[in-house]
């Protein structure tokens, strides 16, 4: 429990850049917790480095490949250039997603902006060594 509490809770206390993806029709997962996380990481004053993107698509974790990429592409570009700029524009994004080929695109591109419910619990923990 230590461990999780030290290296997974997600107090929203973040040291580098912060880049979450998320299916809006996610049913394992529910897109709550990014709203949750997001105020978490505005509370501790940290919400500069977290970017979060979303795809219209259902089910847990089915972005394509060019989205994953796109995706890391995006993380790379605010690592090398300390700035996030346009890049988690979702018609940006997805412009570079279909650029990658039909290869890479076993679905059309989806980002989308998108604002998930409110959290409804708790969502931060204590943490045990304060």
Not at 30 to 48: C, K, L, P
């Amino acid at each position: 429990m230590l461990y999780l509490n030290r290296y997974i809770t997600f107090d929203g206390d973040l040291d580098i850049p912060v880049l979450t993806m998320h299916t809006t029709g996610d049913g394992l997962v529910v897109n709550t917790d990014e709203q949750s996380y997001a105020q978490v990481t505005r509370e501790a004053g940290d919400s500069s480095l977290l970017r979060q993107v979303f795809v219209h698509r259902a089910g847990h974790c089915t972005m394509t490949p060019a989205e994953r990429l796109t995706a890391l592409s995006t993380l790379v570009h605010r690592l090398n250039t300390g700035r996030w700029d346009d890049s988690t524009d979702p018609t940006l994004m997805n412009q570079e997603a279909a650029a990658l080929g039909p290869a890479l695109n076993i679905a059309s591109p989806a980002f989308i902006n998108f604002k998930p419910a409110p959290f409804l619990r708790p969502f931060a923990f204590p943490d045990p060594f304060n």
